[in-house]
């Protein structure tokens, strides 16, 4: 399947993510002949396990991630990244573990917005916000080339297409960057051969930053 790359926008140090710097970026997509082609969306919920006895809290993994993906609404990937694991289930799975009551869903983030087609590449920046909420949390941009399914041999033609896109994008002067964190998806067992399950690795990945970013620039709000 084709490679992807999830980038997420690393706000300046002193400011935050707004709603002028995601119409700026999708309006960027356009002005490079991205034509729009619709819209996307990815949901990603957080569990935390229900332990009722102290010495069961170490026989099974305390939290992990659960990301459902447009391209393929019948499975749901789980993702431990303490232990670097990363399952692909069937959707149903999320019923089973709400009648097991094994465990809770902290929070849940949606990550939506527009689609744009740019030759063999494919464009998808959005928000993230909390579910039943319009509170901007972060802007994510996937980035897919359609022709190369190898990891490794995608590198050079995705990095100069992210080079061009953060060229079109500076002439903008907007407040941040987007960044491009590489998982180390061997520690995951998987292969060089893109799958689904890397795009899962990705969007846990891209949050910890996010959160971990949020809570760095949160003091300096107070």
Same mark, same amino acid.
């Given at each position: 399947m084709p490679i992807k790359w999830i980038l997420h926008w690393q706000p300046n140090a002193g400011t935050t993510v707004n709603t002028q710097i995601l119409s700026e970026v999708s309006q960027c997509a356009e002005s490079i002949n991205g034509v729009k082609e619709g819209r996307w969306k990815t949901i990603l919920s957080f569990y935390r396990a229900m332990v009722r006895e102290q010495g069961s809290a170490n026989e099974f993994p305390r939290d992990f991630v659960g990301i459902s993906l447009a391209e393929q609404p019948s499975k749901y990937f789980l993702v431990i990244r303490g232990q670097r694991v990363v399952v692909e289930?069937?959707?149903?799975? &999320?019923? !089973?573990?709400?009648?097991?009551? %094994?465990?809770?869903?902290?929070?849940?983030l949606t990550f939506e917005?527009?689609?744009?087609?740019?030759?063999?590449?494919?464009?998808?920046?959005?928000?993230?916000?909390?579910?039943?909420?319009?509170?901007?949390?972060?802007?994510v941009m996937e980035m897919e080339y &359609?022709? !190369?399914?190898?990891?490794?041999? %995608?590198?050079?033609?995705m990095g100069e297409f992210f080079d061009l896109w953060q060229e079109a994008l500076s002439k903008r002067s907007l407040q941040g960057h987007f960044v491009h964190l590489e998982p180390n998806f061997t520690e995951y067992g998987l292969s060089d051969q893109y799958t689904l399950q890397h795009t899962a690795v990705q969007y846990a990945s891209i949050t910890a930053q996010m959160i971990s970013t949020a809570q760095t620039v949160q003091p300096n709000r107070n």
């Open positions: 289930a069937e959707s149903n799975i &999320q019923m !089973i573990m709400e009648k097991l009551q %094994s465990y809770k869903t902290r929070f849940v917005g527009n689609q744009y087609q740019l030759g063999d590449f494919q464009l998808r920046v959005g928000k993230v916000v909390p579910t039943h909420s319009e509170s901007l949390r972060g802007i &359609q022709p !190369i399914s190898s990891w490794e041999k %995608s590198h050079q033609i």
